[in-house]
């Protein structure tokens, strides 16, 4: 197993995630995501998040061309399972337009072992380095956890030193339980809006209870906004507040004073009291519409 300087028990609260940072015809710049990495290492926020998917691949290269000679300061996870082009250079412009052709014509996922190795070291090869700290599944359903045979058929991914970690992402309550009885996995990525949280806060007790890190992304949901009094601090502290002390919350972005910001918010979380109400308060609020 490859060994990174950022260990497990350094993980920042808080995480870059990158699913903004290669998007099709607005793709931040080498020097922008060079920048946001140097306000990273600054502030001990040491957690990157990204995914095969995020812009065809786009946000993991320039992410591998950002940390070039420190990858050893961040604790770096990916995700694959969404079909994805991989044209090479100069057709890989065409790349979203592939994906979207694959999606429309039913070919949204896979989950098949062969698939999911090969996106691994494509991602591998993008991120400049040989091995990543998690491999997430990207929202599979509960019928593709079965067809893994509980994951089995992954765990040599692991195994060989590619990933230190292997993880699932999904909002399915259903999903995650069947991922947590595998007994393979050590983390599990979930939205953690105040809309979400209601079904999912079970989980994140379960994981709690299993020792296994949760990953939140998605904490300003869009379903959080029909209570207008919520503001981005409330949500980020209050998402602190309902998670569990092992967890990582995700700030997507390209500001650096953004990410600061969102780092002292998940610092000093909400009671826990008052974030349940806030939780039952989008919930009737959302009933009430």
Same mark, same amino acid.
């Given at each position: 197993?490859?060994? @990174?300087?950022?260990?497990?028990? @350094?993980?920042?609260?808080?995480?870059?995630?990158?699913?903004?940072?290669?998007?099709?015809?607005?793709?931040? @710049?080498?020097?922008? $995501?060079?920048?946001?990495?140097?306000?990273?290492?600054?502030?001990?926020?040491?957690?990157?998040?990204?995914?095969?998917?995020?812009? @065809?691949?786009?946000?993991?290269? *320039?992410?591998?061309?950002?940390?070039?000679?420190?990858?050893?300061?961040?604790?770096?996870?990916?995700?694959?399972?969404?079909?994805?082009?991989?044209?090479?250079?100069?057709?890989?412009?065409?790349?979203?337009?592939?994906?979207?052709?694959?999606?429309?014509?039913?070919?949204?996922?896979?989950?098949?072992?062969?698939?999911?190795?090969?996106?691994?070291?494509?991602? #591998?090869?993008?991120?400049?380095?040989?091995?990543?700290? $998690?491999?997430?599944?990207?929202?599979?359903?509960?019928?593709? #956890?079965?067809?893994?045979?509980? #994951?089995?058929?992954?765990?040599?991914?692991?195994?060989?030193?590619?990933?230190?970690?292997?993880?699932?992402?999904?909002?399915?309550?259903?999903?995650?339980?069947?991922?947590?009885?595998?007994?393979?996995?050590?983390?599990?990525?979930?939205?953690?809006?105040? $809309?979400?949280?209601? +079904?999912?806060?079970?989980?994140?007790?379960?994981?709690?209870?299993?020792?296994?890190?949760?990953? +939140?992304?998605?904490?300003?949901?869009?379903?959080?906004?029909?209570?207008?009094?919520?503001?981005?601090?409330?949500?980020?502290?209050?998402?602190?507040? *309902?998670?569990?002390?092992?967890?990582?919350?995700?700030?997507?972005?390209?500001?650096? +004073?953004?990410?600061?910001?969102?780092?002292?918010?998940?610092?000093?979380?909400?009671?826990?009291?008052? +974030?349940?109400?806030?939780?039952?308060? $989008?919930?009737?609020?959302?009933?009430?519409?």
């Amino acid at each position: 197993m490859n060994t @990174s300087q950022v260990s497990l028990s @350094s993980v920042s609260r808080l995480g870059l995630g990158t699913g903004t940072l290669g998007t099709l015809g607005k793709s931040a @710049s080498s020097s922008q $995501v060079s920048g946001l990495l140097d306000t990273m290492i600054e502030h001990d926020i040491t957690v990157i998040d990204s995914a095969d998917s995020y812009g @065809s691949g786009q946000a993991e290269r *320039l992410l591998g061309r950002a940390m070039r000679g420190r990858r050893d300061r961040f604790f770096l996870m990916t995700k694959a399972g969404y079909r994805d082009g991989n044209l090479p250079w100069p057709l890989g412009i065409l790349n979203p337009f592939v994906k979207k052709a694959l999606h429309r014509t039913g070919r949204r996922q896979c989950f098949d072992p062969g698939y999911l190795e090969r996106c691994l070291i494509r991602s #591998l090869r993008r991120l400049c380095t040989d091995h990543v700290d $998690v491999f997430f599944l990207h929202d599979p359903s509960l019928e593709d #956890l079965k067809r893994l045979d509980g #994951l089995e058929q992954i765990k040599h991914l692991r195994t060989n030193g590619m990933t230190n970690e292997l993880g699932v992402s999904s909002g399915d309550p259903t999903v995650i339980r069947e991922a947590l009885a595998s007994g393979i996995i050590g983390f599990i990525q979930t939205p953690a809006n105040l $809309v979400d949280a209601t +079904a999912l806060t079970g989980c994140w007790d379960e994981c709690a209870r299993q020792g296994l890190t949760v990953v +939140a992304n998605h904490v300003m949901g869009p379903g959080n906004f029909g209570c207008p009094e919520l503001t981005r601090e409330m949500m980020m502290r209050a998402a602190s507040a *309902l998670l569990p002390e092992k967890a990582v919350i995700l700030c997507g972005t390209r500001s650096p +004073a953004h990410l600061v910001q969102s780092d002292g918010w998940v610092r000093q979380p909400l009671e826990k009291d008052s +974030a349940i109400q806030m939780m039952d308060n $989008v919930r009737n609020a959302r009933h009430a519409m």
